[in-house]
């Protein structure tokens, strides 16, 4: 099969890693990809969000399956484009993305559905969210409706930093409206199910440290690292969010005439009275999707096909009994504003261990070798026979990695600890 996977982060390294193992893989291609990826795949200079220009690489080059990594090219309505043009996709269309591209309309499906989630209101204005804040006071949990590149939440302790976050996220890329929620407690867990609109057929859990720095202090990342399993989302729990929120989230989506085909990611928080929605992203997560296809026994390229031609009844998974923990390294600064351009070394060594791969995210090569070229740069991740063994390689390679203005928490997997 020839394969197409659009991103260049830590996540479509490790589906391009994982895809290159399949004995169907004839080509792969990246766009635009990273050093890593390149190792893997052919890197392309194509722009991941114009569907035009991915539609026609496709006729081109006669790939079998597209395979839509990040959020972006999905609000692009690229999926959407590629399904008229007859080529296989895996991946939402825009309109199913929306449970991702807006937080508003999440919401709104839950409530259809009768999905556990957090109470919440919507706003458009400034000052009528500022309104409701002051009469509902903190902690409070404030979100921008549209993407935000993962950044788009603030659990504000205080009142005067929820109207601060208000300011902020109405000032930002996802800044149309703002879903003010109230702030659950509970731990935090990722699911993972792959569907084609009729079957759901589930992947795994996970959980991830979302805060900069060790303790869960400092501002809301994309991720800084995550493991899996995670022995707080049982089968029990599991079998729970596909009854109450899974399943009849897309039930719904089909009722209203947009099925939806790909893989759903699930944050949720494990609360007292149950697990409850915190969002959906309409992709694989990162870091968690470094740490789950490592696990993976099964052969993904055919299962993703399936996915995309319908017949995913015809498939089944088989896991490796390990554990899986990856560590995120990032740029100082992150996730504010940080440099590029500093050379990483030290990389060979530190994946010697044949448990470990290093996923690369922000890289890219420069003078014969590898420099930092974003904020979250590098995903150090190790299998163990349990969570303490695959927790010290990750870590033992981490350390190995020499890169100057570089950091990562050392506290990765606190919870399972």
């Known amino acids: 099969m020839r394969v197409l996977v659009l991103g260049g982060g830590g996540r479509e390294h490790a589906l391009c890693w994982s895809i290159a193992r399949s004995p169907l893989l004839t080509k792969l291609w990246c766009a635009p990809g990273n050093a890593g990826i390149a190792g893997v795949a052919e890197c392309l200079g194509l722009n991941p969000d114009a569907p035009d220009d991915v539609v026609a690489f496709c006729e081109r080059e006669s790939v079998d399956l597209l395979v839509i990594g990040p959020e972006a090219p999905l609000a692009a309505g690229v999926s959407d484009a590629a399904r008229a043009a007859g080529i296989a996709v895996f991946g939402p269309s825009r309109a199913a993305a929306q449970l991702e591209i807006s937080k508003a309309f999440t919401k709104e499906i839950c409530r259809a559905s009768g999905a556990p989630t957090a109470d919440y209101a919507t706003f458009e204005t400034p000052g009528d969210a500022k309104a409701y804040v002051t009469e509902k006071g903190a902690p409070i949990v404030i979100k921008a409706d549209g993407l935000a590149a993962g950044k788009g939440v603030v659990v504000a302790e205080t009142e005067s930093e929820a109207l601060d976050a208000i300011d902020l996220i109405f000032g930002g890329p996802g800044g149309g409206a703002v879903v003010v929620e109230e702030m659950l407690t509970g731990e935090e867990a990722s699911f993972f199910v792959l569907t084609d609109g009729d079957t759901i057929l589930p992947l795994a859990g996970a959980q991830d440290h979302k805060r900069a720095h060790d303790g869960d202090t400092g501002p809301n990342t994309g991720g800084m690292g995550a493991y899996s399993p995670a022995p707080a989302f049982t089968p029990v729990i599991e079998r729970a969010v596909m009854e109450k929120i899974v399943a009849p989230m897309l039930t719904e989506m089909k009722a209203r005439g947009t099925p939806y085909s790909g893989v759903l990611y699930v944050g949720l928080m494990l609360t007292a009275e149950g697990p409850k929605l915190i969002e959906i992203n309409a992709r694989f997560g990162d870091p968690e999707c470094q740490c789950i296809l490592p696990r993976l026994e099964t052969d993904l390229l055919p299962v993703l096909y399936a996915c995309a ?28 504003p940080y440099e590029r351009g500093d050379p990483i070394t030290g990389l060979d060594e530190a994946a010697s261990d044949p448990n470990v791969t290093i996923f690369h995210a922000g890289t890219k090569s420069q003078d014969g070798g590898i420099v930092a070229n974003g904020g979250r740069v590098l995903g150090i991740t190790a299998m163990g026979r349990n969570f303490s063994d695959a927790r010290a390689r990750a870590y033992e390679a981490a350390n190995g990695v020499r890169w100057e203005t570089g950091f990562f928490r050392s506290d990765i997997g606190w919870r399972a600890l």
């Open 309 to 336: 031609k319908g017949t995913l009844k015809d498939q089944s998974l088989d896991w490796k009994t390990d554990s899986c923990l990856t560590i995120v390294m990032a740029a100082n600064g992150y996730p504010g």
